[in-house]
Each structure stands twice: as structure tokens, then as C-alpha cells.
């Protein structure tokens, strides 16, 4: 019975009527600040129904549609830890927005519905869906200051988005066309036996899955897809970058995963060959953000580039994933303990500036100097998220480094850990020029920047883990190897 | 019995730093006291590590006081820490100089709160350093290091102190970025992280070119010790540091690459290292030559000391690759003796340039009238720098030569040694001429004010000079450790 099966998408259908909930009754109250808590709830409420699935029966539900496993269930809690988090940290920048407050919150989590569904879909049809469900929402709330460079950005990035997701389609049209099935395991079956010497009567099947993945190298801005990254980050408002940081790119990494693990897993030519393409996409990524990130004078577009930059970090994760047939628990778990790291960090960094910022009113660099005297706290923990981000203890990010590089070696990808250690050094550099003004120059005025206490919240729940996981990875490492137990076959 | 000293050793600094950074708004005072007891009390309790170690024969290459527990277990890294009689003096040297830079901090005034928390955190992950048996958690400490030193170069420096900071900063992370690869490669070959089980190791790969492995593990202690020509962030770091950051850093933070070498490198790859010795040895005495030949035209007080380091770090270089159980030991006392030598110099440069608010050399002159304490103590250092029998530099020196020159591991060394032996004619020549230039010219009169060392400064100073003195007199309360630790690492490489 499809009754029965509705549990397994409790955590989507909740915060699905948290989001009509705050809708209406944004029509009713006056006092916006309740939304944000009905928000948080929601996410709470979602957050729970995850839990109670953890450690339950991995399942195919709905048709063979839906896929209940750790893997998608962590990337579930990833997803809603991000949202809980902007939400708390958007609680000073909403004003902006005046009447549109409980509209902001409820998209964001339509979002998050659809990002959801996304990680944990095993159809095309259904990844397609989730993916558009969670793009159209996100179109709309990168243009939501409404101001010239707000509106840029949502066009682009609405422009952009549509061309993805044609070519994406397009792929998944020849994909479907060459091997009768939409469903990710079913396609596998079909591959699994195909000898290289198809390969030739094939080009549609491999012309489908290049496009499929371009696709995604969109949402998670991978080179060539990286355009939109530094206008969009630097026009949406900042909770919203930071959410399109963090939750839309981790839900890419994992549905490009699941479809290139899942469908295309096998035989051993082919995973090879994608994993080769990942390798040299990476190294060239890399590349590209940390370079184009030395320039940069505005916070935000740093921060793209920089987001550039760890996209490129976590695909040699991927490719390690691809490389050998045997996966044993360091290498199929190194993007997911990565990501973990890396969307605790960003978002910690993200929200520090959105408490400066809402204080400040700028995003230059230069206007952050002698923060340490007027805001000792929020430079400390800007400061931690920026040391975690360059990978130098005692933070999350150098032992997440250490962890996804080592998988990469173990694969034999040793000269993309060479090319990726040296961009870390590359990073070190506008990493630290954040530090630098932070921390030596004279402030321009003395007024302290407070923040709200929800703020705190945000920002403490983002540097306590990460601080934490760099000194005591062990617990989390081992989430991160039984969540991706699924490709250890 | 398990007393777990050697993490009380490593983290009582940091209690300190957290106690520091607890309390809200702390005077100078507080904070200096603060300080102070927590490097003093990680000192002593090194020094009981010291008096307890096992010297008997059956001790010889066996790790003491080892404490493990599974700290990372999906990639089997442990949390291991260890002494052997390679890295317990250098444990000695950096609790020492710990105490030492908080005494010459003494009068901070620029925010003391962070100054001494950067202090006390620089200290425990320079202890880390020499205590861990375990890479990742070596590689954790080394990189620790970092951020403090940032820090304290950018925002207590002098001079271009930014760009001192960045280029320190970026220099150690490219050579640890190669530490990273080598290590992890090391992981993939061997499938351990303990620096135990690797020593003696046959590595055998297909997988990487052994050659590649060593260059890969060796380029971040080539930068760090700075070997030639790899050297040229240290004038800059060292020249705009405060002075308790150069202390530090000439004491301690260079012996972490020598350590790394002996430890990493030699002991792991012994047939490689044997192989490449010449081209090292030929890197050695280039520095040697080269960094004493540029020390005597230096102007600068700080920069001339900071010159010195490259040419003295240059007998390390070559003592480690001369290969032979002697040199080691001689290249391992000799980073002690540097450490306490150059520390007590860049301490008392930091001195005269706090009474006279100057470091270079042509507007200093006669200091010997108005400051006679500091004159002596100077003067001491710098005799022991050039290897004045009686101090530490000429017990370290020596052994450092006799054991290269008779080193039948390496073809040529007499040569390597007898060239070497030159840069210590060259350091006579710059050491006196400073002293000289400094002390014993004409006395000026704008200098006439100035005092002499005070109470806190005499301590930190006198300190040093009683340990430079005791090494030189009976190098052998030292050697006797080392020799422990050496003896297992030279028998490799006669495989």
C-alpha cells in the first residue's frame, strides 16, 4: 500500500506543512518573529522524523522512486541543519525584506523540501522534479532584496539554472532512450554487462551521461559551470548565499554520487573513465577558484570563488570514489566527512558576516579592518572558519583535507593530491587577508558590533563542531563511513 | 605508574591559554603571572622527564614514557606520544625557552591578553611536534605552529612585519603541503601512521619512486631548518618578529626541521638519504659558507643573528647527512646549543634595542660604558656562537666536525667537513667585528641614559648563560641521551 510508505517521506511532508503553516499565518499576525520560530520548529520537527528512519530497514519506496537509506538521511540532516542554522541567522536581516518575512521563510524551506527529495530520489524523473522544486524556490529568493544587484542576480542565476536543467534533461532523455529504464538501478542492469567494446554503438548512452552530469557541475559550480557563482553570491541576500553555499551544493554532490555510483558504477571501464573526467574537472576547479579568488576585494565573491575552490577539493573525493572497484570505508567516505566539515565551516563563516554586515552595511574587505577590537567574538569565530577553510588544525577543515586526500592516494590519484595540496597554500592567501584586517589594522570607528542572541546561537552551533571535529574526528568520521556503506560493495 | 607527563608537558600550556583567555579583561599582571606559571610548570616537569629517563643499555632505542590511545581508528591514527634521546633535549630546550620568552615579554603592552596566549600556544605545538610517534598528529602539531607565529610576527612585529608574516606563512605551507602527500603516501605504502614501526621499515613500492618519497617528506624540513636555498623567509621573519617570537623561533621552531630529517627521513629512507647525502652535504656547506659570508655584511642586529641561523644550521645539515652515529650526535647537540645560543643572543639584541630603540649597527657604538652587564652577557653569547671551547658551541661543533670528517658512510666528507670548518673563521670574523662595532667604539653621548639589565631580564639572561656553560663543560649530560636515541637510527643506515 502507498499509505504505508508515507513515513518514509515524514521529514519532506512536515516541513512541507510547517512551510504552508507560516504562510497563513504570516497573513494573521504581526509579530514576524514568530515565523522564524515556527521555521526553526519545522526544521526540528523534519530533523526528528529523519532520526526515527536512521536506523531503520534501507528501502525502496514508492515505486522504486525513493530511496530511505543512511546516505540520503545524512545528507537530509545536513540539509535541515543548514536551514535551521540560516534561518536563526537571518533573524537581524529579514527586516530587509519588510512584508515579504514569512514568504522568505517558507521558500527557503520549500527549498529544502526539494533538496531533500533530491538526495534521496533514485529516478530521473524524480531527481529532475526534486531538483526544479528546489531551484524555482531558490530563483526566487536570491532576487529577494528586489534591489538592482539582487534582481541580476536572481536573473542570472534563473537563466543559467534553466539552461542546466535543459541540458540535464536532455541527458537523462538519452539516457532513458538507450537503456529503456528510469530508475537508477535499473539502468544499472542494463550497463553492468556492456563490454568496452560497445562503447562504440554507445556514444548516445556516454553523450547522456556527460550532459547529466554538466548538469549538476552547475549546482555544485564546477568549472566550466562556475560563471554564475561570484555575481549571484555577491547579489542574493547573505543567508541565502550561504544557504546556496552549503545545502545546494552538498545535495549536488550527493545526487551526482548516487547516479554516477549507482547507475554507472560498473563495469570497470566506465567508472574509470568518469572518474578520470572528475579528477581533471577538480584539479582544473581548484584552480580556477583559488586563483580567481586572490583578487577579490568583496567579501561575498571571495567567499564564491573560495566555494569554487572547496567544490573542486570535494570532487577529488568523488573521483577517488570512481577510481577502484573496491571501495573500502576511507574512500566512499572521505566527500561525505568533507562536506560535513566544510558546510559547518562555510556556514559558521557566512553567518559572522551576516551579523557584521548587518551592523556595518558592507561587504568590502577593507571595512572589516579592526574588527578583533570592535567585535572580538564574531573575528574570533570569522577566524576559525577561515583557518578551517585554508586546512590548518586545530579545525574541522585540516583533518577533513587529510581524510579526503588520503582516499585519493589509496586510488592512486596521487598527482591530483599534489595539485591540491599546493592550491591550499594558493588559499592560504585570502584566507588570512581576512585575518590580516580582522586583526592588525586600526578600526574605522569605535562602535562595538553586536549581534542578536539567535545569531550567537547560529554561529556557536557552527564553530563549537568544527573546533571539535578537528581535535576529535573519530565519531564523526565513523557517521560519515555508515552513511555511505551503501557503495561498499 | 602512568603519569601521563608528557601530555601534561605539551598541554599545560594550553590550560594556560584557556585560563588566560577565561578571564574577562585581565591586567597585564594577571595575564604575564599566568603565563609564566604555565611555562614554568611544563619546564619542570620536563625536567623530571629528564632525571627519570631510562639510560641503561637496554633503553637504547626504546621509546619512554609513552602514552597511546585511538584517536582517529578509521585511518588507525593514534594519539602517541613519546621521548627518545633525540627529541627529549629538544623537549628541554623549548619548555626552557618557554619560560625564557615569557620573561623577555616581561613589559609587553600591546594587548598582553593575546600576546601571551599566542606565546603559550606556539609552545605546545612545538612540543607536539617533538613528542608525537604518530604522523598525522606530527603533521597536526607542525601546522599548529602556523597560526600563532602569524600572528605574532603581524601584529607584534616591526618594520614590514605583514609581509614577514605572509611570507612565513606561505613558505611553510608549501613545504608541508609536500610533507602531507609524502605522509600520506607513506600511509598507502606501509598502511601505519606509528613513527615507530617505520623507522627501520624496508619500504618497497611500486607505487612511488622512493627518491620522490624522500624529496616529497624532506622539502618541508629543508624550508623549516632553512637549508640553502630555501632560507630567504627566515632574515624576514626573524628581522620583524617581537623578540620573544625570534627567540622561539631561532631556539626551537628551526630544530623542528632537524628533528624531522633525523626522525622522517634518514631513519625511514636510510638507502635513499645515503644516496642523496652528497647533493645535501654539497646544499650543507653552501649554507655555511654562503650564510656567513652574507651575516658580515648585515647592518642589522636581528639580521645578522637571523644569517647566523643559516649558516649554523648548516653544521646540522651536514652532520645529519654525514650519516655517521657521531655526527648525529653532534648535529643533534648542536641544534640544543644553537637553541640556547642564538635564543640568549636574539634576547639580548631585543634588550639593547630596548634601551636604545635601535638595531642598527652604525648608530650603536661605546654600549660597554652604559651597560656593562649586557655587554658580558652578549659577549658570552657571541663567543659560544663562534665555538669557544667551554661553551656549548664548541662541544657541538666539534662533535659535529670529528664525527663528519671520520663518516666513511659518504665519499668525500673530509672534504665537505674541511670546507665547512672554514664558515667558523668567517663567524669569528663577523661575531667579533659585531661585538666590537657594538660595545667597544667610541661611547656616544645620546646613549648615555640608558640602563642596564634589570632583575627579570638578568634572570632570563643569566639562565642562559649557566646552560650554555653546562653543556660546554660536560656536553656529556646531554650526549648520553642522545647517543640513545642515535645509536638505533646509525645501525640503519649501516644495513
Known sequence: ?489 | MNLNLLSWIVFLPVIGLIVIALIPRPGQKTVRSIALAAAMASFILSIAVFVMFDRSESAIGQMQFVEKISWIPAINSFYYLGVDGLSLPLVILMTFLGVISVLVSWKIQLNPKQYFIWILLLESSILGVFCSLDLILFFLFWELELIPMFFLISIWGSGRKEYAAYKYLIYTLVGSAFMLAGILCVYFITHTFDMTALAGIQIASSFIPLTALFFLLIVGFAIKLPVFPLHTWLPDAHTNAPTAASVILAGALLKMGGYGMIRLCVSMLPQVAVQYAPFMLTLAVIGVIYGAAVTIRQTDLKRLIAYSSVSHMGYVLLGIFALDQVSLVGASLQMFSHGVITGLLFAMVGLVYDKTHTRDLNNLSGLARQMPIIVVVFSIAGLASLGLPGTAGFAAEFITFAGSFASTVVAGMPVFTLIAVLGIVVTSGYILWMLQRVFYGYPLDKYNGVGDADAVEMISTFSFVAVIMMVGIYPAVLTNVINMGIAPIAKLIGM
Request: charged share 10%; aromatic share 10%.
Open chain 1, 1 to 489: 500500500m502507498i499509505l504505508d510508505q508515507i513515513k518514509y517521506i515524514a521529514p519532506e511532508l512536515s516541513l512541507l506543512c510547517f512551510a504552508l503553516i507560516i504562510i497563513i499565518t504570516d497573513l494573521f499576525i504581526s509579530n514576524k518573529r514568530a515565523l522564524a520560530v515556527i521555521a526553526v520548529v519545522g526544521t526540528l520537527v523534519a530533523a526528528f522524523f529523519v532520526l526515527m528512519l536512521w536506523n531503520g530497514q534501507a528501502v525502496e519506496a514508492f515505486y522504486r522512486t525513493i530511496a530511505i537509506d543512511q546516505f540520503g538521511l545524512f545528507f537530509k540532516l545536513l540539509i535541515l541543519a543548514a536551514t535551521a542554522l540560516v534561518i536563526l541567522a537571518s533573524n537581524v536581516y529579514v527586516a530587509k525584506f519588510e512584508r515579504f518575512q514569512g514568504e522568505f521563510y517558507a521558500l527557503l524551506m520549500l527549498s529544502a523540501v526539494g533538496l531533500m527529495l533530491l538526495v534521496s530520489a533514485i529516478n530521473l524523473i524524480t531527481i529532475f522534479v526534486a531538483l526544479e522544486l528546489s531551484s524555482i524556490s531558490l530563483y526566487v529568493l536570491v532576487s529577494f532584496l528586489k534591489d538592482k544587484k539582487s534582481s541580476e542576480a536572481g536573473l542570472k542565476y534563473l537563466i543559467l539554472g534553466s539552461v542546466a536543467s535543459a541540458i540535464l534533461l536532455y541527458g537523462m532523455a538519452l539516457v532513458f532512450g538507450m537503456t529503456g529504464n528510469t530508475c537508477l538501478t535499473c539502468i544499472a542492469d542494463y550497463v553492468k554487462g556492456m563490454p568496452v567494446s560497445n562503447l562504440p554503438g554507445t556514444p548516445a548512452l556516454l553523450v547522456g551521461l556527460v550532459l547529466v552530469v554538466a548538469g549538476f557541475c552547475f549546482k555544485i559550480a564546477s568549472v566550466p559551470f562556475q560563471m554564475w557563482v561570484p555575481d549571484v553570491y555577491e547579489g542574493a541576500p547573505t543567508p541565502i548565499t550561504a544557504y546556496l553555499s552549503v545545502a545546494s551544493k552538498a545535495a549536488g554532490f550527493a545526487v551526482i554520487a548516487r547516479i554516477l555510483l549507482t547507475a554507472f558504477g560498473m563495469p570497470d571501464w566506465l567508472h574509470n573513465d568518469w572518474a578520470m573526467i572528475i579528477a581533471v574537472l577538480a584539479a582544473v576547479t581548484m584552480t580556477v577558484g583559488n586563483v580567481t579568488a586572490l583578487l577579490q576585494t568583496n567579501i561575498k565573491r571571495m567567499l564564491g570563488y573560495s566555494s569554487i575552490a572547496q567544490a573542486g577539493y570535494l570532487m577529488v573525493g568523488l573521483a577517488a570514489m570512481g577510481m577502484g572497484s573496491q571501495l573500502d570505508g576511507n574512500v566512499r567516505s572521505g566527500l561525505l566527512f568533507f562536506l560535513l566539515s566544510y558546510t559547518l565551516t562555510n556556514l559558521g563563516a557566512f553567518i559572522a558576516i551576516i551579523a557584521i554586515s548587518n551592523k556595518i552595511n558592507s561587504d568590502e574587505i577593507n571595512d572589516y579592518t579592526g574588527m578583533g577590537k570592535r567585535a572580538p567574538l564574531l573575528a574570533v569565530a570569522l577566524t576559525i572558519c577561515m583557518v578551517s577553510l585554508t586546512g590548518l588544525p586545530p579545525t574541522a577543515g585540516l583533518i577533513a583535507k587529510i581524510y579526503i586526500f588520503s582516499g585519493a592516494v589509496d586510488q592512486g590519484l596521487l598527482w591530483l593530491v599534489i595539485i591540491a595540496v599546493i592550491n591550499s597554500c594558493i588559499s592560504a592567501y585570502y584566507y588570512f587577508k581576512v585575518v590580516k584586517v580582522m586583526w592588525m589594522g586600526e578600526p574605522a570607528s569605535t562602535d562595538k558590533v553586536t549581534s542578536s542572541w539567535p545569531e550567537w546561537l547560529a554561529i556557536a552551533l557552527c564553530c563549537v563542531p568544527v573546533v571539535v571535529i578537528g581535535v576529535l574526528p573519530g565519531a564523526f568520521i565513523a557517521l560519515a563511513q555508515s552513511a555511505s556503506a551503501l557503495f561498499g560493495i
